[in-house]
Nanobody
Framework: VQLVESGGGLVQPGGSLTLSCVAS????????LNWYRQAPGKERELVAT????????NYAESVRGRFTISRDNAKNTVYLQMNSLKPEDTAVYYC?????????WGQGTQVTVSS
């Protein structure tokens, strides 16, 4: 299993970013996928989940209405569209899945929201 995130960067409050995660090494279309984030000094938290079809989506309360998770099974890619970004969204964002009782992680991509 390999997960490679991209799309992070520095953005001003109120701005937008779209993160991408390209997956390989497993049958992408058969698994639910997650985005997590970890801010400095804080525990890693679940941000969003999408089911294997792409219809079922769940969000943390802190991002609901601002973030949108989506996937393209033909491209083995999951996305996180982030709008109305706030300084408290600053974190390393990770793509993740659970497969056969083991959780897999990408290397993460840094998102910094600051003026």
């Amino acid at each position: 299993v390999q997960l490679v995130e991209s799309g992070g960067g520095l953005v001003q409050p109120g701005g937008s970013l779209t993160l991408s995660c390209v997956a390989s090494g497993f049958t992408f279309s058969m698994y639910d996928l997650n985005w997590y984030r970890q801010a400095p000094g804080k525990e890693r938290e679940l941000v969003a989940t999408i089911d294997f079809v792409g219809n079922g989506k769940n969000y943390a309360e802190s991002v609901r209405g601002r973030f949108t998770i989506s996937r393209d099974n033909a491209k083995n890619t999951v996305y996180l569209q982030m709008n109305s970004l706030k300084p408290e969204d600053t974190a390393v964002y990770y793509c993740s899945l659970s497969k056969m009782g083991r959780r897999y992680w990408g290397q993460g991509t840094q998102v910094t929201v600051s003026s």
